[in-house]
């Protein structure tokens, strides 16, 4: 047995925990097992190398990714489907592990779907909106690092009696910006959840002042809806292979950070915690949650369970189908955001 393993879309921490434990418990079952380099663009270029034990030791703890990530999607055009296929043949592979979001997933969903592909998946995407699984790889680290800035920003902001906002990662889903809210205090949250206004805030943080707190943490998913700010398609330029617009060049955080102050006339700065997000050692959390999955996904190989994925659920691994679990966005419940509102 001749097993490929992939981390495709953005990085998180976690990854090398995963890699290792695919590569582990596949030298226990002696699979040999193959890299596949950043993403489906390894397949598509026929970029694969043998994984070795001593390649996958010491990176338990080491955040990003031994195998190299990217966007590149192979359903952009049928010969580069076709040339991948071949690949898979012409490098002998029995399996590939796929370790990925909605789009890596969407990908091994297609070649299983289509093209019969023996794939599973192993899902990981600090914006947590896998459906299927209560928790992706990376997503624990990302809250983390959130809820750290948003404590040290709470310091600054009560010495300057000053708005802050902060913009967090999340594309379609609020996981990150509620999550990391709440474990950080936020004093409001912007969600692509549920639509806010910039009248509502600025009324609430008045109101705030009125009561005597002199500083507010305002937390904003960059893929926030907000009923006065709209976005044209020229602002947003070009889409990646996957169709989707780079959400950074919105600058959502410093717009919000600027009508705030110009609507109540307090001070505000703007804080984007970008890619730190997806930056460091995986917690404790992501280390095991990446380990399970990661070995559970060779069981799926091992029994021949194709088209899955392996999904945690409660606090069991569980197989999921890779069709169901790409079949939409999983997005926060409006009661988690209402329980947030409580704070605000
Ligand atoms: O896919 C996860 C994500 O972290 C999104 O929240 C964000 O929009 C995107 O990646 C940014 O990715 P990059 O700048 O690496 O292309």
Redesign the pocket.
């Known amino acids: 047995m001749r097993i490929g393993v992939l981390t495709g879309?953005?990085?998180?921490p976690g990854l090398n925990a995963a890699i290792r434990a695919v590569a582990r418990r596949s030298f226990i079952y002696g699979y040999e097992v193959r890299a596949i380099k950043n993403g489906w663009a390894g397949l598509v270029e026929g970029n694969i190398v043998p994984l070795t034990r001593s390649m996958v030791s010491g990176i338990l703890h080491v955040g990003g990714t031994i195998l190299g990530a990217s966007?590149v999607n192979p359903f952009r055009d049928k010969a580069v489907v076709r040339v991948s296929l071949e690949n898979f043949r012409e490098f002998g592979l029995d399996a590939i592990v796929a370790i990925g979001?909605?789009?890596t997933l969407g990908v091994a969903t297609r070649f299983y779907e289509e093209h019969q592909m023996p794939v599973v998946g192993v899902p990981k995407?600090?914006?947590n909106d896998v459906i299927g699984t209560d928790y992706c790889i990376g997503f624990d680290t990302?809250v983390t690092t959130v809820t750290d800035a948003l404590d040290k920003l709470h310091t600054t902001a009560s010495a300057h009696h000053r708005a802050i906002v902060v913009e967090v990662?999340?594309?379609h889903a609020g996981w990150?910006a509620i999550i990391g809210g709440l474990a950080g205090g936020a004093d409001y949250i912007f969600t692509p959840e549920v639509e806010g206004s910039l009248k509502d805030v600025c009324e609430h943080l008045k109101n705030r002042w009125r009561q005597g707190s002199t500083f507010s943490i305002i937390v904003v998913s960059?893929?926030a809806k907000i009923r006065e700010i709209e976005y044209s398609e020229e602002e947003l330029g070009d889409k990646?292979e996957f169709g989707?617009v780079?959400?950074?060049r919105r600058g959502l955080g410093e717009t919000v950070a600027r009508e705030i102050e110009r609507r109540t006339g307090f001070e505000s700065r703007c804080v984007v915690l970008?890619?730190l997000?997806?930056g460091g050692s995986p917690t404790v959390f992501d280390r095991v949650l990446a380990t399970r999955l990661g070995v559970y996904a060779i069981e799926l190989v091992k029994e021949g369970k194709f088209g899955y994925m392996a999904a945690l659920q409660g606090n069991k691994v569980v197989p999921f189908p890779l069709k169901e679990a790409t079949s939409g966005i999983k997005t926060v419940d409006v009661e988690l955001y209402e329980l947030a509102q409580t704070f605000f």
């Open positions: 879309g953005g990085d998180v966007r979001g909605e789009d995407t600090m914006d990302a990662m999340g594309r990150v960059e893929g990646d989707h780079r959400l950074d970008g890619h997000q997806r």
